[in-house]
């Protein structure tokens, strides 16, 4: 997955929810509100190790 | 951004983003983590949590646990909050203390280059 469809998927998805990638982050799986509903989402579409990203309420700039 | 996971009690998380920031003290990760493996986010101690953006701010519930980086397992006082909007912040208490990391922007996206080590 090229980091421009990456950043399209995330951007397109939810706000404050979780997005579950496959093991080797080359394809999205599932969404879901919670880390945890993402992880069942991933599970029942036969992805038993996703990569977690969660989205942000608002896509600003960060200063951490 | 590093991929890690965390072990809580017994049970390991699945794989996760977390934003590499040593402007971070502590390693912080998204309550939703903690939760779903059990943690009982206000059984551990209370801090406040807050940015250099004036007027944020939130609480957040400190347990222990071990992160998982790959090729290591560390324990570390982890912080746990509900207002966290990323996944997990990896700061210098549990994570820059025991890495040199270096900065790699070559690449797209930029990476990163982690170096394990010991203190005696």
């Known amino acids: 997955m090229s980091p421009e469809m990456r950043i399209q998927i995330l951007r397109e998805a939810k706000p404050n929810s979780w997005i579950a990638f496959s093991h080797d982050e080359k394809s999205f799986v599932a969404q879901g509100s919670t880390y945890l509903e993402a992880v069942e989402q991933a599970e029942l579409r036969g992805e038993n190790d996703p990569v977690l990203v969660r989205v942000p309420e608002e896509w600003l700039p960060m200063v951490l | ?120």
Request: charged share 15%.
């Open chain 2, 1 to 120: 951004m590093l991929t890690v996971s965390l072990v809580i009690g017994h049970a390991t998380t699945r794989r996760f983003e977390a934003v590499v920031d040593s402007g971070s003290v502590s390693c912080l990760f998204h309550a939703d983590i903690g939760k779903a493996h059990g943690l009982k986010l206000d059984s551990g101690p209370k801090g406040p949590l807050g940015g250099v953006i004036g007027g944020a701010s939130g609480e957040v519930y400190y347990h222990q646990v071990k992160l998982a980086v790959p090729g290591s397992l560390i324990s570390i006082v982890a912080g746990f909050s509900e207002q966290l909007s990323v996944a997990a912040i990896l700061g210098r208490h549990g994570f820059f203390e025991h890495y040199v990391i270096t900065f790699d922007p070559q690449n797209n996206p930029p990476g990163l280059n982690l170096e394990r080590f010991h203190r005696a």
